[in-house]
């Protein structure tokens, strides 16, 4: 499984469009990159995925880089429930995911 | 509601005991995954059944044993438990062995070894 790298922690203020980006230099070409999320010691959530084309769905975007070594969650619209780790992983068919520390969104009033 | 049931949800014992712990997966799913969730360790990956078989073997140390029975649930064994086997133990289930990659989580058991 490619390695991901993010951020630990990011800040969003209420309303404003949260931008978490994905590193995954190391990804091959048939591995999705997948979101998911955990809402305080809830279980984790499934967001998005993808393979090379942007998607969008009714709870975000996601931007893939041509080169495919890096991609963008895109939450719209942030709202104070959407506080939360957001894991990125890139996975081939998702077989045993591999979630690393993942980012810490906050969204403030 | 992700359709993933775990019981029980919160559970205490102490160290050197045995428990298992449950879990029913979406209807129709065929998959089950199990995850360990501790403070300092992050969603581990611990085992994967697919339609009774096992598919995938993670960190999944040798004092704990999983299996999916017929009517597809599962359970997980920890035996000789440890101060450290205290964790959140999620469980996951798919359509499919391998498929899209979305899983669908249960809300988790939590396990506290004293």
Redesign the interface.
């Known amino acids: 499984d490619a390695k991901t790298t993010q951020p630990t922690s990011m800040d969003c203020a209420e309303g404003r469009a949260a931008n978490l980006p994905c590193n995954h230099s190391t990804i091959s070409g048939n591995e999705?990159v997948?979101w998911?999320r955990?809402i305080h010691?809830?279980?984790?959530?499934?967001i998005i995925?993808g393979l090379k084309n942007n998607e969008t769905n009714e709870m975000a975007s996601l931007i893939i880089t041509e080169d495919r070594k890096s991609s963008t969650l895109i939450l719209p619209h942030a709202t104070l429930r959407d506080t939360a780790v957001y894991?990125c992983i890139a996975?081939?068919?998702?077989?045993?995911?591999?979630?690393?520390?993942?980012t810490r969104l906050s969204v403030l009033p | 509601d992700s359709g993933v049931t775990q019981t029980p949800k919160h559970l205490i014992t102490a160290t050197g005991q045995r428990v298992t712990l449950r879990c029913s997966p979406r209807s129709g799913d065929l998959s089950v995954y199990w995850y360990q969730q501790s403070l300092d360790q992050g969603l581990q990956f611990l085992i994967q059944y697919y339609n009774g078989e096992e598919r995938a073997k993670g960190n999944i140390l040798e004092r704990f044993s999983a299996q999916q029975f017929p009517d597809l649930h599962s359970e997980l064994n920890l035996s000789s438990l440890e101060l450290g086997d205290s964790a959140l133990y999620f469980c996951a289930s798919s359509v499919e062995a391998a498929d899209t990659g979305e899983l669908f989580f249960g809300e988790g058991s939590r396990l506290t070894v004293l």
């Open positions: 999705y997948y998911y955990q010691s809830q279980g984790p959530q499934y995925h894991y996975d081939n068919y998702g077989q045993n995911f591999v979630f690393g520390p993942g």
